[in-house]
């Protein structure tokens, strides 16, 4: 296929005729998934999987999963890595980086803006209360999330074993999130090559419950569009350009300010980060705290939770909590600028070396993933996968679910064992209170959403004007 047929021109009819959606059409989908997508990757998954698999009907159940798998193995932000490649699916190379900005735009819009309130006003109490309601409602996205992912992800008994060993592991024992994740794939390729029908990919429907969509019931249907098959030649330079846009400002900041600038140390601490961090944004905190708090001092250690507040509350990936990092950074060390000015570059630069690297990924893999959507071995890998971060996602809620009911969270360590350990007397009764009212509402009363999101927030305002909460 020649490079020049790379348009944004919608494709007419999709599988068995039906319609396929134009590019303003998807726009809209985009933006609105942008705007739902609160509660980390786990909520920001099952929101995409709501809309485009049970919704839309774009695509169907195995290609979603196939294609969550690939984006696990991948540094960076999984849900956002995600969205560009089913739009990549859909509209092409337009479509996939129309879905991954409209992704993380809000997010951008709200860390900056909440950035610049914390930074100029200090913590203000009413916008600790908004985050004091929202975090509970975060909480009961996320476990829901883990339910209606278990759900479809664990078909056998062979895949709750590889979720409950994954949890134990990284639960119980600080297993390292990449050897889960290796683990778990070699054993689902063996047991692909093997032929073991409790691995069988993510063909193999199962028992997927009543919201399960087969793919060739969808407009993307069973086979892979002509678009999507592997262009050598586009796809080089393609890469090409979008290693000039990620590195080229790097380069330019070093040889313009040199080493030990603030800028320059923000632009290639998070370019490094974007290739060697794995497990999501949870995985990553560590990481980013260590470096920003003890090596760059740009933050102040209970500065960084407050940063992650921010990111949990606010639409997009929780990995933009690095653009408060690199905002406070560039605040506190201007220059020749203005705090504030300096401060906005900063968090933009950080954004901006974090989220280019991803568009290379998908764009660079897809293809040749897409085309190996019916290897019955590399099928059977990715699904031992997708059970694995069953039990790593569950491990997310619980230590989330510690941080919201106890204000001191220690560790245990001993005879191999590292397990979160709560400050029985630091248990916050009013956070608790709330924490189990919004899993009654949306367990037991299926709220939606965006009501679950702006009812905790408006509780947690008027716990705060009431005096229950101090925040």
């Known amino acids: 296929m020649s490079d020049t047929t790379e348009t944004t021109t919608p494709i007419t009819l999709g599988a068995d005729g039906r319609r396929w959606p134009g590019f303003a059409e998807a726009l809209a989908v985009w933006g609105r998934i942008a705007l739902l997508s609160f509660g980390g990757p786990a909520g920001q998954i099952a929101v995409m999987h709501r809309i485009l698999v049970e919704e839309k009907r774009w695509l169907g159940e195995a290609r979603f ?22 739009g990549w699916l859909l509209h092409r190379t337009a479509g996939g980086l129309a879905a991954g900005i409209l992704f993380v735009l809000p997010g951008v819009i709200a860390i900056m803006g909440l950035s610049i309130i914390y930074a100029l006003y200090g913590n203000l109490g009413f916008v600790a209360a908004l985050f004091f309601g929202l975090k509970a409602a975060v909480l009961a996205i996320v476990l829901q999330a883990v339910v209606r992912i278990a759900r479809r992800a664990l078909k056998s008994p062979a895949m709750t074993a590889l979720a409950a060993t994954s949890f134990v592991a990284i639960f119980a024992f600080a297993a390292p999130f990449p050897a889960i994740i290796l683990s778990a794939g070699a054993i689902g390729y063996l047991g692909g090559v093997t032929g073991l029908k409790a691995f069988a990919g993510s063909g193999d429907h199962g028992t997927m419950g009543a919201g399960h969509v087969e793919d060739a019931d969808t407009i993307l249907g069973l ?26 400002p790097v380069a330019l900041l070093f040889a313009l300010l040199g080493p030990g600038q603030v800028f320059s140390d923000i632009a290639l601490f998070f370019s490094k980060m974007a290739v060697v961090t794995f497990g999501g944004a949870y995985a990553v905190l560590a990481y980013v705290a ?11 250690p209970g500065e960084m939770l407050d940063g992650l507040g921010m990111a949990e509350t606010t639409p997009g990936p929780l990995i933009m909590v690095t653009q408060f990092v ?34 290379l990924w998908i764009f660079l893999g897809a293809p040749h993933i897409e085309r190996l959507r019916g290897n019955a071995a590399l099928s059977a890998a990715l699904t031992a996968i997708t059970a694995a971060v069953v039990g790593v996602i569950l491990n997310l809620a ?50 939606g959403l965006v009501s679950l999101l702006a009812g905790a927030s408006l509780a947690g305002l008027a716990l705060y004007a009431a005096g229950w909460i101090q925040a």
């Open 65 to 86: 999963l196939h294609a969550l798998n690939f984006c696990m193995l991948l540094p960076g932000p999984e849900a956002q890595q995600l969205a560009v490649y089913i």
């Open 223 to 248: 086979e892979v569009p002509d678009h999507a098959r592997p262009e050598r030649r586009h796809s080089l330079r393609l890469a090409a350009v979008l290693l000039v846009l990620w590195l080229g």
């Open 290 to 300: 260590q470096a920003a708090v003890g090596t760059y001092g740009w933050l102040a």
């Open 326 to 359: 690199g905002f406070m950074g560039a605040f506190r060390d201007p220059g020749g600028l203005t705090p504030l000015t300096a401060g906005v570059l900063g968090g933009l630069l950080t954004t901006w070396v974090t989220f280019v690297p991803c568009f």
């Open 398 to 447: 619980i230590w989330f679910a510690l941080h919201v009911a106890f204000r001191e969270v220690g560790t245990f360590q001993r005879f191999g064992l590292h397990l979160a350990q709560p400050s029985w007397s630091s248990l916050d009764w009013v956070a608790a209170a709330l924490a189990a009212a919004t899993l009654i509402a949306a367990f037991r009363f299926k709220v």
